[in-house]
């Protein structure tokens, strides 16, 4: 046990008196992570819900192949959801037929209707011809009346059919909408439901990212807000350091040279170019209420091998020809 101690002791040495020598050569630090220029970020999906609970991720580090799935969130109250929109749609379509059949039966009672008032309108009609020196006065006279009778009796029976037959046609309109509404929602709540479940668009190792609000690593379990990346599978053929600086030391950093300090592979003295300086600082809440600015750095070191470089390690910048010291954080 005292020999394992003091080999941890000495390693535990060996590393400060790495990042000692390092910070002494320079004036101004500052900490990023190693980024992938190209990745696959997997979101929290779109949902009539403002926020949403993780149910699987992937393990991370984990290599995964194209069509695999990385996360899936929890799908209970959609699933509910889906099954009422279809239960809606099914009740939607069967209430729609039941009353196009209803109105279909009233047509064909108008139409019956307006052939008995044409055929009463026929036998008035023959009546009626008949000459006055036939008949007596009276009859004639009741002849002609109840033709008439008999004319506005069809012509109300042929406005009540047409009435019956726009009814018809509006129920039809009426129902296809309806049923189109329901389809579509229903249509709507399945492309949620499906996008639950996330799958991998091109092979690569899983990475977790960090809440933007607490800083803490999402994982299983988490509740997020909709929009929120909570996995991503980078393409590790471009790498690149992405490191921030408080607004108030910008005007004294340029483009240029620097040296950067891996600290999962315990080397300093990489080389490095600052390539790209944001102009518009972002809020960082994690570190409070000061606005920060994001540095691109790309390695430019022939003697290093980049190839030891994975997304999410912690490298520590050291920009040249400053006086002050500052440390980040991620």
Known sequence: MYKLNTIIARLLLGTSLIVANFASAQSLLISGFVEARFKQQFSTPDSDSWQLQIKWLEQEGKQVKAGDTVVVFDAAALESEVEAEEAKLRKTEAEAKKTEQKLRLERLEAESLMKIARLELEKADLDASIPASHLTKITFEKYQLEKKKKQLALKEQEQALAQKEVELENQIATAKIQYKSAQAELGRKQVMLKGLTQKAERSGAVVYVRHPWTGQTIKAGDTVQKGFVVLEIPDTSQLYIKAWLNEVDIARVKTGPVELYVDALNKAGIKGQLKHISQQG????????????????????????????LPGMSVMVRLSGNEQQLAGEI
């Open 282 to 309: 972002e809020s960082r809440p994690v570190w409070g209420e000061a606005y920060y600015h994001a540095l691109e750095v790309e390695l430019d070191d022939s003697s290093f091998d980049a190839s030891q470089l």
